[in-house]
């Protein structure tokens, strides 16, 4: 297997804490916003000492970075700024991030370690079908896969087409992008046929998926299907990914992960809470006690593929993703979950909410799969009532569209249409 060694490796905690007390003098001496949030608690960088210090840190949420727009959050001088990064900024502005080279180079770095975990190597031929740009998820998996020596393919996403007959006639083994992108991709294939296609693994992420997905793509793509987690503000992908044990996503070393009670902030050894992340190596853009809103828990046991770094469980969803229906709490991936395992159903869905009365409702759309019969859709439907009951807890109202009623995406999909 391929195992990326850092040029700059983190020995011990003691180190590890030494470089995150530096990071947060450094921040002191240049009067960064979080050096203000430190005083106002009366914290020191010499008070944090170990993990068990974490808490004395005050949490940083997507609010603090907003209101630095657009510059205010760097911590870097100018001349050492290589490059800046946004995420999209669907609600409203953006979060600026911003690299040193240094920084790229951890980038770098930690996504070849997350690659090489399931052995992408010199042999590997990976066609990057993430959007390039101010988005992180083809340029990260660029660096990851050129630095483990593979060929690379930088497709981007769109244009479906293309990217099949690239696919085929260039050989790719690896395949990266969303869940729901190559999702599209099997569609489209399955269209022309899966003859010359060598994939054997598809890396992908940005966005939830659920295990029932993961089947359908393994089994349509004929690949290992690999969860590879990460986020603009900790540098992009690249902070967490599974093994072909898939067993849990292991964290790289540049960040401590803690879970959070989403509502007390109290730290939680066990079951799920809100992943909250901390890195002792990023300089242009600190990241400390970053709340992720994303929902996932830390794993106990080893990994059987002998690699000893913590681990966490796949992302379930985004806190604010969750919508109550009539009492409870439903989450987007549990509804793709409950369509996924019913036959003649594509796996796409789409919920559709909205206020009545000051009551929160939902519905969702989903599809007959193209080789489906229309007259297998009362059965259908019947299967997918008892799903959702099971899965949800929810009598979810959904409606099946015929094949390709619902939009598609080259990226991340919207779940979720608030009317
Ligand atoms: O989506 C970075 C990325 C690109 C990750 C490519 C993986 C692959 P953002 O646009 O800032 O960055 O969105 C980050 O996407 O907080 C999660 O809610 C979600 N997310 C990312 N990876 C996963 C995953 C990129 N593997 C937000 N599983 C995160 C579930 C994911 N959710």
Request: proline letters at 6%; aromatic letters at 6%.
């Amino acid at each position: 297997m391929t195992r990326m060694r850092r040029t700059d490796p983190l020995a011990s905690p003691e180190e590890k804490f030494g470089r995150l007390r530096s990071i947060l003098e450094n921040l002191k001496e240049i009067n960064h916003p979080y050096a203000a949030r430190m005083a106002e608690r009366g914290v020191r960088p010499e008070h944090i000492r170990g993990r068990g210090d974490l808490p004395l840190l005050p949490a940083t949420t997507k609010y603090d970075l907003l209101r630095s727009y657009p510059t205010g959050w760097i911590a870097g001088e100018r001349k050492e700024i290589a490059r800046i990064h946004a995420t999209n900024g669907t609600t409203g502005k953006p979060v600026i991030v911003a690299c040193t080279a240094g920084d790229i180079r951890m980038w770098a770095e930690n996504m070849a370690w997350c690659m090489g975990l399931s052995g992408v190597g010199e042999d590997d031929v990976v066609q990057i079908s993430f959007a390039y740009g101010l988005f992180t998820g083809g340029l990260g998996y660029h660096y990851g896969a050129e630095l483990l020596g593979a060929a690379v393919i930088p497709a981007s996403a769109g244009f479906t087409d293309r990217q099949t007959i690239l696919m085929k006639d260039l050989g790719a083994t690896v395949l990266a992008c969303t869940p729901s992108y190559a999702l599209r991709i099997s569609e489209n294939l399955a269209g022309k046929g899966r003859e010359g296609i060598s994939l054997r693994l598809g890396f992908f992420g940005g966005e939830t998926w659920s295990d029932e997905l993961r089947g359908v793509l393994e089994k349509s793509l004929g690949i290992k299907a690999i969860d590879l987690y990460g986020l603009s503000e900790a540098m992009g992908p690249g902070v967490a990914a599974e093994c072909p044990e898939q067993n849990g996503l292991h964290i790289s070393d540049d960040f401590i992960a803690e879970i959070l009670d989403p509502v007390t902030l109290e730290p939680k050894e066990e079951g799920e809470g809100e992943l909250v992340l901390t890195s002792w190596s990023r300089r242009a853009y600190p990241l400390i006690r970053y709340r992720t809103r994303d929902l996932a828990s830390l794993m106990t046991g080893s990994c059987p593929c002998g690699e000893p770094s913590p681990r966490m469980s796949r992302v379930r969803g985004r806190s604010d993703d969750m919508l109550i229906f009539r009492g409870v709490g439903v989450f987007p991936s549990q509804v793709e979950a409950a369509v996924c395992v019913v036959p003649g159903l594509s796996p796409s869905y789409q919920i559709r909410a909205w206020k009545e009365n000051g009551l929160q409702n939902i519905s969702f759309v989903c599809e007959r799969a193209p080789d489906a019969r229309p007259d297998d859709m009362p059965r259908a439907a019947d299967e997918l009532a008892k799903s959702v009951k099971n899965v949800t807890g929810a009598a979810i109202p959904f409606e099946i569209l015929e094949p390709g009623g619902i939009p598609r995406s080259d990226g991340k999909t919207v779940r979720v249409l608030k009317q």
